[in-house]
């Protein structure tokens, strides 16, 4: 089990924790308090007989979760999902595109794409939070097999077709995100400055070229053209705020490979950015996703050595010996959201932590290795501004389309929703709300 003092301990040797101190206090002495949104994404289904809690809320998947007190009591499990709307592709392609945007993936088997916005474009498009990161979307893909199609990188999405890279390098990421703060501030307005001369000649290059172009031509420029907006309207933020950009300057991070071996490094290393972010007040809505879809690791610091995606999860029929390394798997996939948890519980807010106004929804593509979308596994944990009851809780009201969690994670960030995606009037999840 993770201590919460272990974590501030873990957060100290990378350079995190004098932020946790001084930043978090000072910045948010005089401003409201915002409920964040964190959303990851796991591949491949769990173990469908060893994830869901029995009466005494215990489970040997969850347990580094669940053993944690101060976890276990924001914790909200939800049964009875299902996607049963199709798409294109298989159900890795149907669950990594729709879980979160509610739309059915379209186009060839072999090159599906999601059709509509994500959530997290969704809370942004509402809120529209005045921050220099509005979403983050940061994870780990790194693997000696590239995914079997191209959108299984991103669960991210603009809109139809229009996919949101994945940040996956923590250099890069702690460049883009704490730049401006090691950098200084008069180099760094300098820096902004400049950026921005190139940015207005972008945009009126942009603008003429458009009129010389066919319209789907015209389409990918707009996309393009989107990009170089909001970047200038991050470098506004961050040059209206740079006293607060100085108080938040981590340690860089370790350059890290992109090959399977730098998985369990990368995914400390980017949470540990994610969480900082979020604790630095630098974005309000993170999306992660562990591992691409359908992700074949053969996860060796575990001593499994053998193709999750192909040998494990496709054998999954309750068998002793599965079982036993499927859930190997998936505990050491919870033992990561229980320290990212853990992380955002370290920083002081208000009158409790930054937990206490965050929900992080860990969610996943499919309930079954065999492509199986009954029984979604799905946790919430967090405690979302008091708009969740207590837990540990067990929502299990039957059957019910995967839709409601979108409903619900909008009513969660204020939004009032009816529906979501392409079920207009699905209502939130059965069980959740008081009186839902």
């Known amino acids: 089990m993770t201590s919460r003092r272990n974590v501030l301990k873990l957060l100290a040797a990378g350079g995190l924790l004098p932020l946790v101190a001084s930043h978090t206090r000072t910045l948010r002495a005089d401003t409201p308090t915002p409920t964040r949104l964190v959303l990851l994404m796991q591949g491949n289904g769990t173990s469908q007989k060893a994830f869901w809690p029995d009466a005494s809320m215990t489970s040997s998947i969850l347990e580094p979760i669940l053993s944690v007190p101060r976890l276990r009591e924001r914790t909200t499990i939800v049964r009875g999902l299902e996607n049963t709307a199709g798409g294109a592709g298989n159900g890795h392609d149907q669950g990594f595109a729709g879980l979160y945007s509610g739309v059915r993936s379209e186009g060839a088997f072999d090159d599906p794409w999601g059709m509509g916005p994500s959530l997290d474009q969704m809370v942004r498009g509402v809120l529209q939070p005045t921050v220099p990161f509005p979403t983050l979307n940061a994870g780990v893909l ?55 001369s190139v940015l207005d000649y972008a945009a009126r290059d942009l603008s003429s070229l458009s009129k010389r172009l066919s319209r789907a031509e015209r389409e990918k420029l707009e996309i393009h053209a989107t990009s170089v907006r909001e970047l200038e309207r991050r470098l506004s933020v961050m040059a209206a705020r740079p006293a607060a950009q100085g108080r938040c300057a981590p340690a860089k991070p370790q350059a890290l490979g992109q090959r399977e071996a730098d998985v369990p490094a990368l995914m400390d290393t980017m949470f540990e950015l994610a969480a900082v972010a979020l604790g630095c007040g630098l974005t309000q809505v993170l999306t992660f996703p562990m591992g691409y879809s359908g992700t074949k690791w053969r996860f060796d610091w575990l001593g499994i050595g053998q193709d999750f995606h192909d040998q494990l999860a496709h054998r999954d029929d309750g068998g002793g010996d599965v079982t036993a390394l499927l859930v190997r798997v998936n505990r050491w996939y919870a033992g990561h959201v229980a320290r990212f948890a853990q992380m955002l519980d370290s920083f002081p807010e208000g009158q409790g932590t930054m937990l206490d106004h965050t929900l992080i929804v860990w969610g996943n593509e499919l309930a079954t290795g065999p492509h199986g979308l009954k029984d979604i596994p799905v946790v919430l944990l967090g405690g979302a501004s008091g708009r969740l009851l207590p837990g540990p809780r067990l929502v299990s009201e039957g059957p019910q389309t995967y839709h409601r969690l979108g409903c619900s994670l909008l009513r969660v960030m204020g939004i009032d929703a009816q529906g979501f995606g392409e079920e207009r009037d699905c209502g939130p999840v059965r069980g959740l709300f008081l009186g839902s």
């Open 142 to 196: 790194a693997s000696d097999i590239p995914p079997l199609k191209a959108h299984r990188r991103s669960f991210s999405y603009q809109g139809a077709r229009r996919q949101i890279p994945t940040s996956t390098d923590p250099v890069r990421l702690y460049a883009q995100l704490f730049g401006a703060s090691v950098e200084g501030p008069e180099r760094a307005l300098a820096k902004l400055a400049e950026d921005r």
